[in-house]
């Protein structure tokens, strides 16, 4: 079982920055891939974001091309990601989620096994 905690959501004006992190409790992301996906009021959730972390390989999803970037720390076992540019419809719920061994082919899709408790992030214009 792998216990994921995000932190780092918070209220935002249009054009700011958040970074947020994600780390795994009680063991390390060797061999998995971190992603964050979001889930905005009334909308299914959607990728956007994620990091091979053997490697350090990224993919984004378009609208996070450019203004969210995500990294890893290997010696302390975290996951960030760093959001500028924020506008309004960036506003949901992020979740960090991970899984061992996914695909290059897989990694946009969103039926990740872990998933944290999810972090608000709210973006006012």
């Known amino acids: 079982q792998v216990q994921l905690v995000e932190s780092g959501g918070g209220l935002v004006q249009a054009g700011g920055s958040l970074r947020l992190s994600c780390t795994a409790s009680?063991?390390?992301?060797?061999?998995?891939?971190v992603a964050w996906i979001r889930q905005a009021p009334g909308k299914e959730r959607e990728f956007v974001s994620a990091?091979?972390?053997?490697?350090?390989?990224?993919f984004y999803e378009d609208s996070a091309k450019g203004r969210f970037t995500i990294s890893r720390d290997i010696n302390k076992n975290m996951v960030y990601l760093q959001m500028n540019s924020l506008k309004p419809e960036d506003t949901a719920i992020y979740y960090c989620?991970?899984?061992?061994?996914?695909?290059?082919?897989?990694?946009?899709?969103?039926?990740?096994?872990?998933w944290g408790q999810g972090t608000q992030v709210t973006v006012s214009s």
């Open positions: 990091i091979r972390w053997n490697g350090g390989s990224t």
């Open positions: 009680g063991r390390t992301f060797r061999d998995y891939v």
């Open positions: 989620a991970a899984d061992r061994g996914r695909i290059v082919s897989a990694i946009r899709n969103i039926d990740y096994t872990y």
